[in-house]
């Protein structure tokens, strides 16, 4: 996703030192990157250009009662060359308020796109869709990345592909000095500006570690905030987000990592939607504008749209959006403060007290607690401790009885549970003790017919596998006289 903090020079092209917040294989194919400050094509990055046939600013297919939303290619905040989130907002205004429709479907093909305007086309589309009550899928059969994911968390249920992606929620950013480029080729570039600030994003000014500091600082703040959008429909904390550091997830691995609620098909997602759709009870309510205000009326509601936050040619659908989204706000605020209010008289009932004694008594309840995690952490620890030796007295075992090989050690024992490593010793096969080097056979083993005597070449494949179980020093012996041998030979 493009973070915009600098016009762009060049319109539609795509900048190369705006900070991203995109999956690195968006660099792929179609509109060239091109230099912001002289316009020139950098060689090799190129975006992928999906120029579609119906256009970005087509409205909705439809499938039965199922509106479908088609969301591809790299998003900007104005539909232009590529679908942006002005066009992919009153799409699904429209689409949930067609009398038609009985469910949504978002279908994504998309890597991600610009940030400018995506966290509003978010919070729009959720209060749209809960004051439509009509039920939202989204369905992912490629991929949907970063600001893509992020419209598809509007959905009730994200589905996706055995093949389909999701995720790569986070940012990138990168700056560009071309200073000894410009020495090398003759050039001097002197930038006049005020405030040390403003050429730091200029590929003709050096980087400065305040300036990798400040753009960090711009990265993980945005980064933040998409957690945080993403957290509040998918019920995944922001810090478990962030922890997953920008990863994409295909298919089963998606739903394990709580980005997505199955694995389907197309065909499946659309059924579906339409069952539930035509369950579902939508909020048929409608409001009109009239005319009979003349041009005064006209001016009233262009005021109402910006104190809204929307633009002067925004819908009638938006602004009902905006509106319930308001009164949502308000109701929200007013039931925290009711609970707040709530808990605190209970606590001074539960307590017996008012004021600052109440305080102190909960102080001393919450150091009480700390104590309490302290003897439980220590306790933890401890039984850590005695399960670390108890394993380590296991493999010592598997390693004596021949059970466990230096590879399994390796990359299973070390690792494994108490009860997994009994139970593999318990039923493993134990290798019989190497005995001292002889001609034959030590007392008690008894060496499988036709093998005494006999030279290396002239055993058979099973022999030398009895032969391995049964003496395995013999066995040793008889091949390392036979490459010997071969290597004098």
Not at 78 to 105: C, E, H, M, W
Not at 237 to 262: C, H, N, Q, W, Y
Not at 389 to 411: D, F, I, M, Y
Not at 428 to 441: F, Y
């Amino acid at each position: 996703m493009l973070i915009e903090h600098q016009p762009r020079a060049h319109g539609r092209d795509f900048p190369i030192d705006d900070v991203m917040a995109i999956h690195p294989s968006v660099f792929g194919a179609g509109a060239p990157i091109v230099d912001r400050w002289s316009g020139v094509p950098v060689a090799g990055g190129r975006f992928w250009n999906f120029l579609m046939g119906d256009g970005p600013e087509a409205s909705f297919a439809r499938s039965g009662a199922v509106a479908v939303i088609r969301i591809a290619g790299p998003l900007m905040k104005q539909a232009s060359y590529f679908d942006g989130y002005d066009s992919i907002r009153k799409r699904f205004a429209a689409a949930l308020t067609d009398p038609n429709t009985r469910a949504v479907l978002l279908l994504f093909d998309s890597p991600s796109g610009t940030s400018a305007r995506l966290l509003n086309a978010v919070r729009t589309m959720n209060a749209a869709k809960a004051a439509a009550k009509k039920p939202v899928f989204a369905f992912a059969d490629d991929v949907a990345w970063s600001a893509a994911y992020l419209l598809a968390s509007v959905a009730d249920r994200i589905l996706l592909g055995e093949t389909g992606s999701v995720g790569s929620i986070g940012c990138m950013a990168m700056l560009l000095d071309r200073t000894a480029a410009n020495q090398a080729a003759g050039l001097r570039v002197e930038l006049i500006a005020s405030g040390k600030q403003k050429t730091e994003s200029n590929p003709d000014a050096p980087i400065t570690d305040d300036a990798i500091k400040r753009v960090q600082a711009l990265v993980d703040d945005i980064a933040g905030r998409l957690a945080t959008i993403v957290s509040e429909s998918r019920t995944i904390s922001p810090g478990k987000i962030l922890a997953m550091e920008a990863a994409t997830f295909m298919g089963d691995a998606a739903v394990r990592a709580g980005l997505a609620d199955g694995v389907s098909t197309l065909e499946q997602v659309l059924r579906t939607a339409e069952a539930e759709g035509q369950a579902a009870k939508p909020n048929t309510t409608t409001t009109s504008s009239g005319s009979s205000g003349g041009a005064k009326g006209e001016t009233k509601m262009k005021s109402v749209l910006l104190a809204l936050g929307l633009l002067e040619t925004a819908s009638e659908a938006e602004a009902v959006t905006a509106v319930t989204a308001l009164k949502d706000q308000h109701r929200q605020s007013a039931d925290k403060a009711k609970a707040h209010a709530d808990r605190l008289g209970a606590l001074e009932t539960l307590i017996g007290k008012t004021g600052e004694e109440a305080a102190g008594t909960v102080r001393g309840l919450l150091a009480t607690a700390e104590a309490h995690a302290k003897l439980v952490a220590q306790h933890t620890e401890l039984a850590a401790a005695v399960a670390q030796k108890e394993r380590e007295a296991l493999v010592a075992q598997g390693v004596a009885s021949g059970q466990l090989t230096p590879a399994l050690v390796e990359k299973w024992a070390e690792q494994a549970s108490i009860d997994s490593l009994k139970a593999f010793l318990a039923i493993a096969p134990r290798a019989i003790p190497a005995a001292p080097l002889r001609e034959a056979a030590p007392p008690g083993v008894n060496l499988p017919e036709g093998i005494v005597g006999k030279k290396w070449s002239e055993l058979k494949p099973m022999d030398k596998h009895d032969l391995y179980f049964a003496n395995r020093a013999l066995y040793d012996a008889l091949k390392a006289e036979h490459e010997r041998a071969a290597s004098a030979a």
